[in-house]
């Protein structure tokens, strides 16, 4: 049985950083496309920053620069380091791993979900 478990959410002040976990279990992770979507409420899930098999890496236009996503294969684990973060990135945050075709940054990519961590960010 496929498991993604997220953690590390939490509340900051606009400008700090968290990092985001997800471990996975039922399957090597370093073998999917990985990626992080985020869902704010009243909006839709977005694809936020991803890393395919191969270690190539997409980022959203509204992260580039600021969040970075990495796996630790011995630890099967995908992060996500987000700095500088803005108010504008409070949302629910998913980890998901797939192996479909499409765009990297769609849903229609990914097969299992986490349940999500809460990322809050106040001015």
């Known amino acids: 049985q496929v498991q993604l478990v997220e953690s590390g959410g939490g509340s900051v002040q606009a400008g700090g950083s968290l990092r985001l976990s997800c471990t996975a279990s039922?399957?090597?992770?370093?073998?999917?496309?990985m990626a992080w979507f985020r869902q704010a409420p009243g909006k839709e899930r977005e694809g936020v920053a991803a890393?395919?098999?191969?270690?190539?890496?997409s980022y959203a236009d509204s992260v580039t620069g600021r969040f970075t996503i990495s796996q630790d294969n011995a630890k099967n684990t995908l992060y996500l380091q987000m700095n500088s973060l803005k108010p504008e990135d409070t949302a629910m945050y998913y980890c998901?791993?797939?192996?479909?075709?499409?765009?990297?940054?769609?849903?229609?990519?990914?097969?299992?979900w986490g349940q999500g961590t809460q990322v809050t960010v106040s001015s």
């Open positions: 998901a791993a797939g192996g479909g075709l499409g765009w990297i940054l769609g849903e229609e990519m990914y097969d299992y």
């Open positions: 039922g399957l090597t992770a370093s073998s999917y496309s």
């Open positions: 890393l395919d098999s191969g270690g190539s890496i």
